[in-house]
């Protein structure tokens, strides 16, 4: 099994503003061969092939480091054959180039060499990773600045003793042990992470002879439980349980602490000390808000995941497609911009965000599969506008907390309706392919509870969809 576990550090000065400086050099280096690869991308479209004389390589004449055909580095020192007892295809990925590449960054750049050589190599692989991504449809890769650029990752010579941790480069440092490693478990890996109030490590852990997670098989009446997730309240279950949404970041007093806060940052001269230790007053603020953040939906998810059913149905939603800003409109004689509803959406987002229903989903999901129970996704759409007892769906069926059916008369509790809708869903694909999901292995790796990016499958919601689904 793999997973991971996460102390605070506790560096001394020479030590953090090592680190510091570390992640300065690392952005630049990521920053420069994401440049690399772009550059190299847009000079495929010169006019006319560029050969390498010396490695038959398709080059360009400009400056770019990586190549089309990756062989700018030695196309010799792959000296394993192929069947045909040929030499192997010398073309490498980027990735490979960059890595080959980071002897003569230390070289032209000396202070370089004072970062441990696999922190390097884990950077330009972080860079393929979003590559990965992008290639699989999310975004392309992001130029990094301060604010996004806060990690670096260890993969060999980590030794811990005690309270203490051993880095290559940076050498022993204390940390707060606050749960001890369990026997058996190797470090395969860490993650030095810089936050507002201070540094953690995040450490990989492996067991081969510990099992992943798996769910059990469920039977042909498996009991179901549905989860509407929402903004007054941040769930709700169809057995008519409600878990309170406790608005860490939109509440009234949060707001307002957090409009002095930054007031007093933009009341202070530009680039002075002062502004600075106010803006560091106002980063851990948002640190405080999103660790009790954090703490809430574990115990949300737990409350969910432990009632005693085999199969959660939760909803499938695209947040990132319902926070989306609205169209913009113009005047077509004018040209001017109309009233397209942003500045009333920009709440609607906060609120969205604030309830960050894809954490919490990752979560239950986690747990569940801790439990041996099983997650089913289900399509959210009409969930809470069609009538349970005639099937109609319309809009003017719901009014506020009430459903009231036009066509039947039929009522009850909006959310708590569309909850039971999303169970009887999930019902549907239990009954449909129960022995599927019965062998259906879940690898706690790939569902630990990290922020993804990835789409949901069923995308592309209504704005009245979402007015719904929140409301
Ligand atoms: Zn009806």
């Not at 061969?33 to 991308?41: A, S």
């Not at 000079?43 to 560029?50: A, L, N």
């Not at 038959?56 to 792959?78: H, I, M, Q, R, Y």
């Not at 409009?259 to 600075?276: L, P």
């Amino acid at each position: 099994m793999l997973t991971n576990y996460v102390y605070k550090l506790r560096p001394n000065r020479t030590q953090s503003s090592k680190m510091s400086a570390w992640i300065d050099m690392l952005r630049s280096q990521y920053n420069w061969c994401l440049g690399d690869r772009i550059c190299q991308y847009s000079q495929q479209f010169i006019q006319g092939d560029y050969c390498d004389i010396r490695t038959k390589g398709e080059a360009s004449p400009l400056t770019c480091f990586v190549s089309k055909s990756g062989a700018t580095g030695n196309p010799w020192k792959d000296s394993k054959l192929n069947k045909e007892g040929k030499a192997r295809n010398p073309r490498r990925s980027a990735g490979d180039i960059q890595i080959t590449a980071l002897p003569e960054l230390k070289m032209a750049r000396p202070w370089y060499s004072g970062i441990d050589s696999t922190v390097l190599q884990q950077n330009v692989k972080r860079l393929d990773i979003a590559y990965k991504n992008f290639f699989e449809g999310r975004g392309f890769p992001k130029f990094k600045n301060r604010s996004n650029f806060t990690s670096f990752t260890f993969v060999m010579g980590i030794k811990i003793k005690g309270n203490k941790i051993y880095l290559p480069k940076l050498g022993w440092m204390r940390f707060y042990n606050s749960r001890s490693i369990p026997d058996g478990f190797t470090i395969k890996a860490c993650a030095v992470r810089k936050r507002q109030n201070g540094w953690y490590v995040s450490i990989r852990i492996e067991d081969k002879s510990v099992p992943e997670y798996s769910a059990t098989a469920v039977g042909d009446s498996p009991k179901v439980i549905g989860c509407d997730l929402g903004i007054t309240k941040l769930v709700h279950l169809s057995d008519g349980y409600q878990i309170k949404n406790p608005k860490l970041s939109t509440n009234k007093k949060a707001k307002r602490t957090l409009k002095i806060r930054q007031r007093r940052v933009s009341r202070k001269t530009k680039g002075s000390k002062n502004r600075k230790k106010a803006a560091i007053q106002v980063g851990k603020f948002h640190q405080k808000i999103s660790d009790k953040r954090q703490a809430y939906q574990w115990k949300a998810a737990n409350l969910i995941v432990s009632r005693n059913v085999d199969v959660i149905a939760i909803e499938d939603l695209n947040i990132s497609g319902m926070m989306r800003r609205c169209k913009v409109k113009s005047d077509e004689k004018t040209g001017r911009f109309l009233k397209n509803g942003q500045s009333r959406k920009k709440g609607l987002n906060r609120a969205i965000f604030d309830a960050s229903w894809g954490d919490l989903g990752l979560k239950i999901e986690y747990l569940a599969a801790k439990q041996g129970k099983i997650v089913i996704k289900v399509n959210p759409k009409h969930s809470s506008q069609e009538c349970r007892n005639c099937g109609h769906i319309d809009q003017s069926n719901r009014d506020g907390e009430k459903f009231i059916c036009v066509e039947c008369g039929y009522h009850e509790h909006a959310d708590i309706g569309a909850a039971k809708t999303i169970r009887d869903r999930a019902l549907k694909m239990v009954r449909g392919d129960s022995a599927k999901l019965g062998v259906q292995h879940l690898n706690a790796q790939k569902i630990s509870p990290r922020r993804t990016g990835k789409r949901g499958e069923f995308g592309n919601l209504s704005n009245q969809d979402i007015k719904n689904e929140i409301s």
